[in-house]
């Protein structure tokens, strides 16, 4: 049975040439893992902030003015007090913009990469992939990755799928706009190429981590049940814990963070806490474009 015939039947029906597929399609390749980092570095640091602003709720139709106001402090708070602790400590960092937020605060988009940072794609309007047909998908992907050449000077080289929403489209569109890098699935804690049905594509994969995910700990919705449920301090234990472990793995520490979230006055000592342990542990930090490309060209290749 081919696997695209396969609605009439229940996954334990499947034969083994279905299912094999279907966890193949899009699957991890070897590990990238530098024998050694820049200057001698034990681990690499990629910090990564999910610029979603207003589109978290614009998505949903746009209808709640109090969520859209938290997402403007996003904007108007967020990203300010994030970029004055980067700047400080002089780390360059990813900021994964939805376009229409992008739109919607040029100026930011502008600043991040005239200071070193990068900006990478993060959807059109903060829409779900695998909500969408396969050339609509990869309109809005073309498209939001106009948007934010026009306004940065730089052509996006990585994409973070909206709410880590990845389709079986997905890779081919990022493969076919030539992507460097993806930074939306979890088959590792570092990079690794990405396959698509067991073929090499070139892509490279900077693994995210629900536990590396400040959304996960503060997010809040007065309407369903999602309640905060971890103090800050209990969150920083969960991202120290994590980084100590790279470090003794020679790997990457992969953060994610959005400005909404993070950026509040009771939750953004949580950055610089991370920035000063990982400094005191001896870090390379790299945007998520540096930290790919020195994998690709430095990892121990696997024993033939």
């Known amino acids: 049975m081919a696997v695209t015939d396969i609605a009439s039947q229940n996954p334990w029906e499947w034969n083994e040439t279905v299912w094999r597929q279907l966890a193949r399609r899009v699957s991890a390749g070897p590990a990238l893992v530098p024998a050694v980092w820049p200057g001698g570095a034990p681990f690499a640091v990629a910090l990564s902030f999910d610029s979603d602003h207003e589109t978290n709720e614009l ?8 969520k859209l106001s938290i997402g403007e402090y996003g904007a108007r708070r967020g990203i300010g007090r994030i970029v004055e602790i980067l700047e400080k400590a002089n780390v360059p960092a990813t900021f994964f913009v939805p376009a229409v937020s992008a739109l919607l605060h040029p100026e930011q988009q502008a600043l991040a990469v005239l200071n070193g940072h990068e900006v990478g794609i993060h959807g059109w309007i903060h829409e779900l992939n695998t909500k ?33 929403d990845f389709s079986e489209d997905t890779l081919r569109i990022a493969e076919e706009m030539g992507l460097l890098y993806d930074s939306s699935l979890m088959a590792d804690d570092d990079c690794y190429e990405l396959l698509l049905d067991g073929r090499p594509t070139g ?3 900077m693994p995210v981590q629900w536990v590396r995910d400040d959304a996960v700990y503060f997010g809040m ?20 814990e ?17 400005p909404h979230i993070i950026g509040v006055r009771s939750r953004i000592w949580i950055l610089k806490e991370v920035i000063d342990r990982a400094k005191e542990l001896g870090a390379w930090f790299g945007t998520h474009a540096q930290i790919v490309e020195y ?10």
């Open 203 to 205: 892509v490279v994969e």
């Open 242 to 258: 994590e980084l100590k472990l790279a470090c003794e793995e020679r790997g990457v520490f992969q953060l994610t963070m959005h």
């Open 59 to 66: 998505r949903n139709g746009g209808k709640s003015i109090n």
């Open 295 to 304: 994998v690709k060209a430095n990892a121990a290749q696997p024993a033939d």
């Open 221 to 240: 919705d007065r309407f369903a049940g999602l309640r905060p449920y971890t103090p800050p301090r209990g969150v920083v234990e969960i991202f120290l």
């Open 132 to 164: 969408l047909p396969p050339d609509v998908e990869r309109d809005l992907m073309m498209r939001s990755a106009d948007v934010l050449e026009k306004i940065t000077g730089s052509r996006p080289r990585g994409v973070r799928t909206a709410s880590w």
